[in-house]
């Protein structure tokens, strides 16, 4: 497939912007995939390639994993909408409010975007405010892309819409404080960025300000644990919103609360044509029940954890950081500035020994132990090799 040829009829040569022909770097690196097993893909110049991208994170069994495909073959059978609910639309419910423990109520959508949109407008509902405060990416809709991108008058979005949400130059509890408290709706987080002493004091302060805590779990989620982020450090968000992993890469999120914050789903008319997709939904069922078959989770923890801990002492002495733990993370160099070059860098060298990146590793239940030791290798030579790049 011609490059050239994609951008003349997709922008950007793909729908998904961070997939995009023009992040890539051929011929080192694929531009397009024609099929995908386990945790490796085929790319159209038939080269194999580890995948530690997992389709940004969204596939978590394994690309055509055989319970999942099973699921969506069955529920094909079936249908793949109704013109009334589904009853598998309330199995998963069921599920996934068992799993999680904490939650009452909660509604599916399409996408991450769309539910932490919810959630921000209930937020304003219940509470009558319409000031938001979040610090980093949260989707492209326009709540949160005014700032993330750069408040520039090219995305399209009013000035009067961007001046509704502060854009924390912090993640931290620090500057939260700083907020006038009584002016906001909600406070939007992805918890797996900040510190388990912030987070706690953060879900004090909103509780005493009556100010919704939002968690962005979209990319975390149960990459983190059964239970996300959320689970791990006890600290519980007004309204919780997952979507990648949670059916193996098919469109799939949710939006998760109490009963009393879920009945203004209603009132601020959250709601979508496709939302209760049975095939999806099917997919997400499988995936619960591989989930709860599990004794350690995430299965890839442990390795994963051994590759930073491994690799920590080297990355200080090259610049480098690993930001994210074992469910999704990256290396970062210390000075901003090298951050396009190191992510080039990083890039090439690991598609060098065949394993694909656009910068960070997100690893899934269907990597192997030899995959990952390659993948851990791979990343040690980009480490070794940073220091003779930077000088």
């Not at 997400?284 to 078959?293: D, K």
């Amino acid at each position: 497939m011609r490059i050239d040829h994609a951008l003349s009829l997709i922008p950007g040569g793909s729908s998904t912007m961070a997939k995009s022909c023009l992040r890539s770097f051929p011929p080192q690196t694929p531009s397009f995939a024609v099929s995908a097993a386990g945790a490796t893909f085929i790319d159209d110049q038939g080269r194999q390639w580890i995948d530690c991208d997992m389709a940004l994170g969204a596939v978590i069994w394994g690309f055509a994993c055989i319970e999942v495909n099973e699921a969506i073959v069955s529920q094909l059978s079936r249908g793949q909408i109704f013109s009334v609910p589904a009853v598998i639309e309330i199995e998963l419910a069921e599920r996934i409010l068992h799993r999680l423990r904490d939650f009452e109520s909660i509604r599916f959508c399409k996408n991450g975007a769309d539910a932490v949109a919810a959630a921000v407008r209930i937020a304003r509902s219940v509470t009558g405010c319409e000031l938001v405060a979040c610090g980093t990416y949260h989707g492209w809709l326009d709540w949160s892309a005014f700032h993330h991108y750069g408040a520039s008058a090219a995305l399209g979005i009013p000035g009067t819409v961007g001046r509704l949400t502060t854009w924390l130059q912090e993640e931290t509890f620090a500057a939260c404080s700083m907020l006038d408290a009584k002016s906001y709706a909600a406070i939007v987080v992805c918890p797996e960025h900040w510190t388990e002493t912030d987070l706690h004091s953060l879900r004090e302060s909103c509780t005493r300000h009556g100010i919704l805590l939002i968690f962005d779990e979209v990319k975390s989620g149960m990459r983190y644990g059964k239970r996300g982020v959320f689970g791990n450090i006890g600290v519980l968000p007004d309204l919780l919103c997952i979507s990648k992993g949670m059916a193996n890469g098919l469109p799939l999120a949710a939006l998760i609360g109490s009963r009393e914050l879920m009945r203004y789903a209603e009132a601020v008319r959250f709601s979508s044509t496709h939302a209760g997709e049975c095939v999806s939904i099917a997919a997400a069922l499988a995936g619960e029940t591989m989930l709860a078959r599990k004794t350690d989770w995430p299965s890839w923890q442990d390795e994963a954890a051994a590759m930073i801990s491994g690799l920590t002492a080297l990355a200080a002495s090259r610049g480098l950081t690993f930001a994210g733990g074992p469910g999704l993370f990256a290396l970062r160099p210390t000075e901003k500035s090298l951050s396009a070059a190191f992510r080039e860098h990083f890039v090439k060298t690991l598609a060098s020994s065949s394993v694909f990146t656009t910068g960070g590793i997100a690893l899934s239940d269907a990597h192997t132990t030899n995959q990952i030791e390659d993948i851990r290798a791979a990343t040690e030579r980009a480490i070794s090799a940073w220091e003779s790049h930077d000088e």
